[in-house]
């Protein structure tokens, strides 16, 4: 298939190659440094007072493991997603970070809907319904509201449709706009990403790879979203690029007032765009806390490994620096192990951690920590800090003499907090 | 100082296309000594890894042309023939790919792929000798039970594991040279660094020459004693690791530092990207291959970015650093107008 738009190569002109189509303005005028840098972004600002747009509570997602053979019996489960907590605030971002098998995917595709979760309940928008158990029907209008970004942009794009029936494809399905004004709205959601309008035409063959998640982005933002699930958006993107794709992601959070769940594995990317941040590990959340305590102040072994375990630019003719060596490989989710998923890879790990699962305990104004022995690097307590919450011995088994007392599973943060020098309950 | 094991110069790789022909790699010169590692980075299309499958004469003679000179120990690689090449491969250079799934052939064991790796370069060894080395060598990188192991298939490992093999046939008859191609993209950042570290400690063990080709600058960071930067199938920049990291002279250079956020750093720093695209090797852009993309180009009199190709020569900071731009003055470029921008704190500290 011939595409009249498409611009045979001209050996005599070399200027124009596909890279200059990408933004308009630097074509007419060639930024500067200094201008250039004016249109870079310094990370995401946290604002605290923001409410929820998307507030999750203990969702769960099993999925059978069947027998093979004849009679395909279900002989377990993989436990993909396990009774996770959290809240994305309205305009804001929270990061989702792990290794891959963790089920930060799972956990994407369940707020899509993509999946119906096994257990829990999912609030979205204020609204008191749980979407968690709605019907495709009555999820229709809500997949207005919620729209995914996919991390390959060579897969994600149907090749046989142009660009201008993919961007235009939620526009009918949904309704909104007259036919005669598709064609319009497609060409303003091109400007907006970044592309030249009149290559509504152009097959997705014909772009780039950056180029390409600006049209999977265009798509995501037909709708005016309210929340975007960002999966692995920049992973398959060349460095230089990446950073494009970032800086686009956040003028349009700007512009739009877009809430991200952003999903990466990437802890540097997610340093950046994240002003929230949620580590798991195996189906939980082991930590969340805003960036400054993830980053500078984490108080998971698992989140402090995995700080250390990302090389550092200015470790340069240094050679490696000495790091937290985590041994071995994730457990299988279908069989994890008992009481703490990560106790047999924890550098910290003892009788209690395979008694007792470590509950999701809020330790600051925005950090909350799932771990028995959780301090900052180094200065990890020695007896378990959850005993007496729990209401068992430094072991992990029963004490009668203790009383438990209840432990806040709001999957946002409480007024009043667990501190863990003082070991009582205070509140700001 | 020992002569430098791997000598490429003035190497070209074209590919002749339905499109015309793409200039891959164009006057690509290094070299790597014995128990050093060279990083080279660079984006996809920038021909790091084309340069480096011609060190093991991977390239389809009948489709590709090579001209320019690689020696290995000595030896000219550059027109040798398939039978001598193989000789070379596995013995003096090996190679680790980046995707360790698809680099393992799923039928076969994983231990029966090394003993063969083995018996390639030893022809007198017996099937069970080899199978005494493979375990060896798995045990060497860290498989457990290597034993057991031996003979489970590439897909009953892990994608760490894998990774741990495949270096394992990389080493298993001791090559000089080592490349090691994106060895850790596919990988998680607890796995990558396990494989990191045991890359650096058997590098130690043999005194190997290592190439590292990577587009992970924190990897090369800490892995690289001197980097070599491509871009547009050309070496760019080329110097010892932490000169080029922190007072790099290239604009290339300066834009994937400022594309990159750093998780140990400032969190102030912004987040600056290269506008536009990487170029199209069919057709290169005149001049400096980067000049479409650079902010700098004015601060060059005449216009020569765009008509004129700038050599790469000896930088203001001595010989050991190349770059390959028109700017009269790099360094100062950089700290006044680059640094303030992409990590402020590096100011308040000098």
């Not at chain 1, 993919?166 to 949904?174: F, K, S």
């Not at chain 2, 570290?197 to 005194?207: K, T, V």
């Not at chain 2, 987040?271 to 000049?291: K, Q, R, W």
């Not at chain 2, 601060?299 to 050599?311: R, S, Y």
Request: hydrophobic fraction near 35%.
């Amino acid at each position: 298939m011939t595409d009249v738009n498409h611009p045979p190569h001209d050996p005599e002109n070399p200027a124009v190659t596909e890279g200059e189509e990408l933004s308009a303005s630097n074509e007419e005028q060639k930024l500067t440094f200094a201008q250039l840098a004016q249109t870079g972004h310094a990370p995401t600002e946290l604002d605290p007072d923001a409410e929820p747009v998307l507030s999750v509570d203990n969702l769960k997602m099993y999925f059978p493991v069947k027998s093979s053979g004849l009679v395909r019996r279900t002989i377990g489960h993989v436990q993909a997603v396990d009774g996770i907590s959290f809240q994305v605030p309205r305009g804001g971002s929270l990061g989702l970070v792990g290794e891959s098998g963790c089920g930060k995917s799972t956990t994407g595709r369940l707020i899509t809907r993509l999946y119906t979760p096994t257990g829990g309940s999912m609030q979205f928008g204020g609204k008191k319904q749980d979407i968690a158990r709605m019907s495709n029907r009555e999820l229709k209008p809500l997949r207005r509201d919620v729209q995914m970004i996919f991390q390959d942009p060579y897969t994600s794009l149907n090749p046989r449709h142009t660009v201008g029936a993919i961007v235009g494809a939620p526009l009918e399905v949904h309704n909104v706009v007259p036919k005669n004004k598709v064609l319009p709205r497609v060409q303003e959601l091109l400007e907006v990403v970044g592309l030249n309008p009149e290559h509504y035409n152009r097959y997705p063959n014909e772009f780039s790879g950056g180029q390409r998640q600006r049209i999977g982005i265009a798509r995501a933002l037909t709708l005016n979203p309210k929340l975007l699930v960002a999966d692995e958006p920049v992973s398959a993107l060349d460095v230089s690029i990446q950073a494009q794709v970032i800086n686009l992601l956040q003028d349009l959070q700007q512009e739009f007032d877009i809430a991200f769940l952003f999903i990466a594995h990437d802890l540097a990317v997610v340093r950046h765009f994240c002003p929230e941040v949620a580590v798991m590990y195996l189906g939980k959340i082991v930590e969340v806390a805003d960036r400054e305590s993830i980053y500078n102040h984490a108080h998971h072994p698992y989140t402090q490994a995995l700080l250390s375990a990302v090389p550092d630019i200015k470790q340069a003719g240094q050679g490696r620096r000495e790091r937290i060596r985590l041994e071995g490989d994730v457990p299988s989710p279908i069989n994890p192990p008992s009481g703490c998923r990560f106790r047999t890879r924890c550098p910290l790990a003892q009788e209690i951690c395979a008694k007792v699962e470590p509950p999701l305990l809020q330790i600051g104004p925005r950090h909350k920590v799932a771990c028995h022995f959780a301090g900052e690097i180094g200065r990890h307590p020695a007896t378990p800090v959850t005993s007496g919450l729990l209401g068992v011995d430094r072991q992990g088994s029963p004490d009668p003499a203790v009383t438990p007392q209840p432990i806040g599973t709001n999957p946002g943060y409480d007024k009043q907090w667990f501190d863990l020098d003082s070991q009582q309950m205070v509140s700001a | 100082m020992s002569d430098p094991f791997l000598v490429v110069e003035d190497l070209t790789v074209k590919f002749p296309t339905e499109d015309g022909l793409v200039n891959a790699v164009t006057d690509l010169s290094y070299t790597v000594e014995q128990g050093k590692t060279l990083g080279i980075v660079g984006e996809s299309g920038s021909g790091k890894s084309v340069s480096s499958m011609a060190v093991l004469g991977l390239h389809d003679m009948r489709t590709a042309r090579i001209t320019g000179s690689i020696k290995v120990g000595g030896q000219e690689v550059v027109g040798l023939g398939e039978s001598k090449l193989r000789k070379l491969r596995g013995k003096e250079v090996a190679m680790i790919f980046q995707d360790a799934l698809a680099a393992l052939h799923p039928f076969y064991k994983v231990g029966s792929q090394l003993a063969e790796a083995y018996l390639v370069h030893h022809p007198k060894a017996s099937k069970r000798e080899a199978r005494r080395k493979a375990i060896e060598m798995l045990d060497r990188v860290g498989i457990p039970q290597p034993d057991r192991r031996v003979d489970d298939f590439p897909h009953q490992f892990s994608g760490g594991m894998r990774q741990r093999a495949m270096i394992a046939m990389g080493l298993i008859n001791d090559p000089k040279l080592l490349i090691a191609d994106e060895p850790t993209t596919a990988l998680d950042v607890t796995v990558q660094a396990q494989i990191l570290d045991l890359l650096q400690d058997l590098q130690r063990e043999f005194n190997s020459a290592v190439i590292i080709i990577t587009h992970d600058l924190g990897v090369i960071a800490e892995m690289a004693d001197d980097i070599l930067v491509m871009y547009g199938g050309r070496g760019v920049e080329k110097g010892p690791a932490k000169e080029v990291l922190t007072r790099p002279q290239m604009p290339y250079t300066w834009g994937l530092l400022s594309s990159v956020p750093d998780v140990h750093g400032d969190t102030a720093s912004k987040l600056v990207p290269i506008p536009g695209n990487p170029p199209s090797l069919l057709d290169p852009p005149s001049g400096c291959a980067f000049h479409p993309r650079c902010a700098h180009v004015d601060k060059v009199a005449g216009n020569k970015c765009v008509t004129e190709l700038p050599p790469l020569t000896a930088g203001p900071t001595g010989a050991g650093h190349l770059n390959r731009c028109h700017l009269a003055d790099p360094v100062g470029v950089f700290e006044t107008e680059v640094l303030p921008v992409i990590a402020p704190e590096l100011l308040e500290e000098s």
